[in-house]
């Protein structure tokens, strides 16, 4: 049960059990109102229990984390570059 799901049930509780005037044969309504607040506190207290549980489970973190990668650079290509002489009495290409 989430704590909203435990609010809802303390407040549908409270409604039933103060503002609700309706009677049924074999049924209190006052009584149940009062049972689902007490569910509705329980669940509260056991959700709010739950979240304090899991955020004390995660400890401070003695030694920052460093990273220690080595980036090498990749081995320059050789680039071979042909010229192509010509003379200036040739026509152009």
């Keep these: 049960m ?5 609010i809802i049930l303390i407040m549908l509780g409270a409604i039933l059990t103060w503002a609700v005037e309706f009677d049924l044969a074999g049924l ?13 506190l329980v669940g509260l207290l056991f959700g709010i229990y739950r979240i ?32 192509e002489r010509r003379r200036y009495d040739e026509p152009p290409l």
Excluded: F
Aim: no cysteine; charged share 25%; hydrophobic share 35%.
């Design 2 to 6: 989430t704590i909203a799901g435990s």
């Design 28 to 40: 209190d309504i006052n009584v149940v109102g009062v049972i689902l607040m007490l569910g509705g």
């Design 52 to 83: 304090s549980v899991t955020r004390r489970a995660v400890g401070p973190i003695d030694e920052p984390v460093h990273r220690h990668e080595v980036y090498e650079e990749p081995e320059a290509r050789r680039t071979t570059v042909y010229e």
